[in-house]
């Protein structure tokens, strides 16, 4: 978390910072070095680019640098302002192209411009200025000031995002003070204990502005002025009239413990001004309260007035009378405590996606740690190889050997270098994250919601930037551990010299996708790819199934899809299957077993490709009559060769007395005559009155009772006991119509347009059927 609370121009922790227009933060004293101006040998430019946004000022006069400068008295007189550092010999610098570029976007508020004199970090710095030999302190800020007032304009550049913002006429004192940031610099010190001097923190307050050594006891403090006064220093430097009747005056605070003191910035207890003027000095009084509790910001356009809203238009805190008086009276506003949880909330929320990923970039680099060790195993491993079958073919190898193991040994080292590069890659993303993600959740732990709220869209959006940096892919290795090298000892002695790696080797098992691979009815789908890092070729794939009771595995597809269905299987049966690859150096090993389990139960409709030309069909396929007076067949879609199948058909129409036939079939039926008419088919035909079984038209088994509209005939085929079997509105028709049946059945019917039915499939066996009806003959 250190680098996240340095200041990005001097390199230190911070002191003081400010808020900057783009969200970045310097150090105050470090944003009066890079401030820039115009000095008065521009003015020949034209009017309107004299003007930046907002300030209002006329041409020939400069906003002062900060709140010192801009406070009258304190720079006419003796106050503690560090502006003279600034000094007003910044004219002749820049050329034509630098004056224009600096205003060129004022309607923004933000400028460019090309640096002349530069500081390391590329931001152009103000030459500090001299104090003459003999002068005080004081009067050298009193240069500093005149200095500053014969400037025309001045702008601060961000040593980041290098985008330039123009100063309005309360200078440097118009940006916001990050005090948020700064009490948690002062944690961060205290807990690393990196503190000097702790032990000469004084044992109470003392006055800042006493001439009496040693400084007596603070009596007061200023709130507006954050200095710590004695009773007579209060009289003579902060009377209450005039300009510091307004003021308020508290008891001072008390004591700081030893490591808050000593945390303070040099010269807290001695940086206050010497003279008249209640400002305060920035080393002075502003270490000096920020050892102590720390109070909250006031409005700096309302003084007196503390943050009580928060302005959505403009993203700031704001006081009651900015909205009453000020530019944000017509804005929305919201309450601060709402808008500090919220932001908070949109804070933490961003972390957590950080967080996850800085857990997997934990992983990940563990991943890649052991790649480097399975790397190694694998090249010593290789080598171990290659020397023992170098040492079998020692006469016709020794010069080949050498070139052998430098291959080895460069493939190794070529994917070492490129784990290491990772590894560099991905530890310095995690560094920064994790830096970011310290910093955040100490600035979750702070309660100054105006404070947070200053740096709270800055900081979302950097966590947001930061999860983005670990797009897709970044968290895979880009190497495999695995050597690619076979050495083929078998070529006769004559091809010694021509000897190399074999870059082809056998390909690995293939994966199973199980997610992809399911059931339908009696037919299966399943999926498979190559695992990663394959770099063996592969020709095809052999896909192999045993037949549903646990016997041989038997090929039932060979190509190069990754995709295959296979159907026409056993229905309510159990599957394994396993597939493999194979290329040029021969077939590689079988993938694990998948076992699949086909349905219990046939669904199924008519099939609108086999049925006679004159079928009908609607309803989903499930509903058949014939545009022809003869009869014509239609199969089902389904095809049966093992278990217990059961389906009905409804009659729905049933005119003029026809013979319907209903029964099972092979493929190859005969479709242009009743079913069971030749050898391919076993039907029962019945009319209203009776009901007959036919096969190869031979009619067996009259039966007393027919159909008429709205009856169901039941079909049964249980090819475990091999039977055929038929029912009548629940009542079985005479009795087991067929035996013997084997092989492979299709649902089938034979209608005329005197009768339509409709199919139901998926249905149980059924247990309650009535008892058989006697046969009429």
Known sequence: MEEELKCPVCGSLFREPIILPCSHNVCLPCARTIAVQTPDGEQHLPQ?????RGSGLPAGAAPPLDHDAAAGPACSGASGSAAGGLGGGAGGGGDHADKLSLYSETDSGYGSYTPSLKSPNGVRVLPMVPAP??????????????????????????????????????????????????????????????????????????CQLCDRTPPEPAATLCEQCDVLYCAACQLKCHPSRGPFAKHRLVQPPPPPAPAEAASASPGAAQGAPSGGGGCKSPGGAGAAGGSSGRKFPTCPEHEMENYSMYCVSCRTPVC????????????????LGAMWKQH???LSQALNGVSDKAKEAKEFLVQLKNILQQIQENGLDYEACLVAQCDALVDALTRQKAKLLTKVTKEREHKLKMVWDQINHCTLKLRQSTGLMEYCLEVIKENDPSGFLQISDALIKRVQVSQEQWVKGALEPKVSAEFDLTLDSEPLLQAIH?????????????LLQLEKCCTHNNSVTLAWRMPPFTHSPVDGYILELDDGDGGQFREVYVGKETLCTIDGLHFNSTYNARVKAFNSSGVGPYSKTVVLQTSDVAWFTFDPNSGHRDIILSNDNQTATCSSYDDRVVLGTAAFSKGVHYWELHVDRYDNHPDPAFGVARASVVKDMMLGKDDKAWAMYVD????????????TNRTEGGVCKGATVGVLLDLNKHTLTFF????????????????????????????????????????NLGRPKLSGN
């Open 48 to 52: 309107p680019l004299l003007h930046s």
């Open 320 to 335: 009651y009378l900015c909205l009453e008086e000020g530019r944000h009276g017509k804005h929305e506003v919201k309450p």
């Open 344 to 346: 908070k909330a949109q």
């Open 688 to 699: 209203n009155n009776r009901s007959w079984f036919m096969h190869c038209n031979s009619h």
């Open 498 to 510: 021509q000897l190399d790696f074999i870059q082809m080797k056998l390909p690995p098992s293939p």
């Open 133 to 206: 030999p003999g002068s005080s302190a004081a009067a050298a800020r009193g240069a500093a000031c005149s200095s500053l007032s014969s400037s025309s304009s001045s702008s601060i550049t961000c040593p980041q995002c290098h985008r330039s913002a123009s100063l309005d006429h309360r200078g440097l004192r118009g940006f916001q003070r990050n005090r948020l940031l700064e009490a948690i610099v002062q944690r961060y010190q205290q807990g690393r204990g990196a503190v000097h001097g702790a032990s000469a923190a004084p044992a109470v307050a003392i």
């Open 728 to 767: 009548i509105n629940g009542q079985q028709q005479g009795p087991t119509a067929f035996s013997h049946v084997d092989g492979v059945f299709m649902p089938a019917l034979s209608l005329n347009r005197n009768v339509q039915v409709t199919l139901h499939t998926g249905l149980e066996v059924p247990t």
